[in-house]
């Protein structure tokens, strides 16, 4: 269940999720095993719900899961240092903008694209025009997942 949902969604039940895995173009990567905040956890809670999300995906599909998704995008040195700690080889955020061979693959962003674009918003995201993030993104995203002990990073941020 996901407690943050006025009225939760339907969820896939696991067969089905292991049939599309194993049958379709589609590939389940590991996103924690609860979708917390990781930024306002202890240590050890944090390790679980990475290692532990990782090891309980790749038991339910039979196979090694490699992509990880920060929960809600937010992460800092200490997340990224337990994913690759995991043995993930890649990590995408919600930062906008573009992936180049510089780019941290622990660190990737990536480019939403909403039910709700029109044709313009579409094409101006796939041309660049949604690259960096809007100005009050950062201090929105704060206030609604709070900075925790280890502050929320951009995906543009350092090792």
Not at 57 to 63: H, M, T
Not at 80 to 104: I, K
Request: aromatic content about 8%.
């Amino acid at each position: 269940t996901f407690t943050w949902y006025r009225q939760p969604p339907p969820l896939i039940p696991w067969e089905r999720v292991v049939e599309l895995d194993r049958s379709s173009p589609l590939r389940f990567e590991a996103h924690t095993r609860t979708h917390p905040n990781l930024c306002v956890l202890d240590d050890g809670r944090v390790r679980d719900e990475i290692a532990g999300g990782k090891a309980d995906l790749e038991e339910r599909l039979g196979r090694i899961v490699d992509a990880f998704c920060y929960p809600a995008g937010l992460f800092g040195p200490r997340e990224r240092a337990l994913v690759e700690d995991a043995g993930f080889r890649t990590a995408v955020s919600c930062e906008p903008g573009v992936n180049t061979r510089a780019t941290d693959p622990l660190a990737l962003r990536r480019i939403q694209i909403d039910a709700s674009d029109t044709l313009l918003d579409f094409r101006a995201k796939l041309l660049g025009g949604h690259d960096a993030p809007l100005r009050l993104r950062t201090a929105w995203r704060r206030r609604r997942y709070g900075a925790g002990s280890g502050s929320p990073r951009a995906a543009s941020s350092s090792r």
